[in-house]
């Protein structure tokens, strides 16, 4: 039986407290109000703790907001039937993309060569494989399937400039699922940035936090373990940094988690080596996109890849519920 759709994220946030807007020099603070803000953005549950002296001033940058993860998901998703995305998958090729498009698709290409491909948005036409064979639709095994669909992996196969891209091969698609709301969560940080706040903490599909809470410690973040209900495996402390979770768990095609989301480009086989991998990273863009491809790497392998990186860290949450840090405090 097909398991029922889930957040493929499994990140539990808890705010400690608000934190302080900035106020120009020499005037007295106020004392801050946590605006909040519940939504949804690629069809997966979103918040904000927005923190501002003014609550008017805090509701009409929410609206501002919205409107920004709205306009991004006409770029990115995979289920507007208009988006820049579904059209590239449709057609086989983009004309005049948005630049949005364009600069997230450099930032695969840069993911994909320092994971040696194994983040790769073109696992799209694997997820259809997937997709067909569990809700019986079409001849033919899952092997089969996936053995016709892997010719039309391979993100080198993905043309891009500013004025168009295209597929090196038919049948090609993409998902950006392993980094879209990452980059939407840096966008809307940014957003919050320019309008003078110094606090806040998002969790538009990943989370970042910016700044200190109002009693001048870092944010807590919390790992759900994702062999519990609801339980926290490891309470992350957090200040200018994102934290992004991948689990295997987290979407299933079926009931024992054996075939689930997160595929593996080079044989189509789906990860089950971690229950959950956690990234802690200057950017949600960059955690969102290592977490997917860490799920798929021994960890040696991951270790060798965080060498060449800088302020990188990961949480391994094995399926027996061992935790293993890798550059993070002893655990």
Not at 232 to 245: F, G, H, S
Not at 290 to 312: D, Y
Request: glycine residues 8%; aromatic residues 6%.
């Amino acid at each position: 039986m097909q398991a029922p759709l889930s957040r493929r994220r499994v990140i539990a946030i808890s705010a400690a407290a608000a934190g302080l807007a900035l106020l120009p020099v020499g005037v007295q603070a106020a004392v801050p109000t946590a605006t909040e803000w519940r939504g949804r953005a690629l069809g997966a549950s979103a918040s904000l703790t927005l923190n501002h002296s003014d609550r008017h001033e805090a509701r009409r940058l929410i609206e501002r907001i919205e409107a920004e993860i709205r306009r991004l998901e006409r770029i990115f998703s995979l289920y507007m039937p208009d988006s820049e995305l579904v059209k590239l998958n449709r057609d086989g090729v983009l004309d005049n993309p948005s630049a949005e498009l364009v600069e997230l698709l450099a930032a695969c290409r840069t993911y994909w060569n320092i994971t040696g491909g194994l983040f790769d948005p073109s696992v799209q036409p694997l997820w259809e494989a997937y997709r067909e064979h569990f809700a019986s639709v079409g001849a033919g095994s899952l092997e089969q399937k996936t053995a016709a669909a892997l010719p039309k992996v391979g993100f080198d196969g993905v043309l891009i400039d500013r004025n168009r891209i295209a597929f090196a091969r038919p049948g090609m698609g993409l998902t950006l699922n392993g980094i879209a709301q990452g980059y939407i969560t840096d966008r809307i940080v940014e957003m919050i940035r320019a309008a003078g706040l110094t606090s806040c903490l998002a969790d538009i599909g990943e989370c970042r936090a910016l700044g200190l809470a109002a009693d001048g410690n870092a944010w807590r973040v919390g790992i759900e373990n994702p062999l519990g209900n609801g339980e926290v495996a490891k309470v992350l402390e957090v200040k200018d940094r994102a934290v992004a979770t991948s689990s295997s768990l987290g979407f299933r095609f079926e009931e024992s988690g054996r075939y689930n989301h997160i595929l593996d480009p080079r044989t189509g086989l789906s990860a089950r080596r971690y229950a959950a991998v956690t990234v802690v990273a200057q950017s949600a863009e960059k955690a969102d996109a290592l977490s997917t491809a860490f799920s798929l790497m021994e960890p040696g392998t991951a270790r060798a890849i965080l060498g060449k990186l800088e302020n990188i860290e990961v949480i391994l949450i094995d399926f027996d519920g061992k935790i293993t840090g890798i550059r993070m405090e002893e655990l």
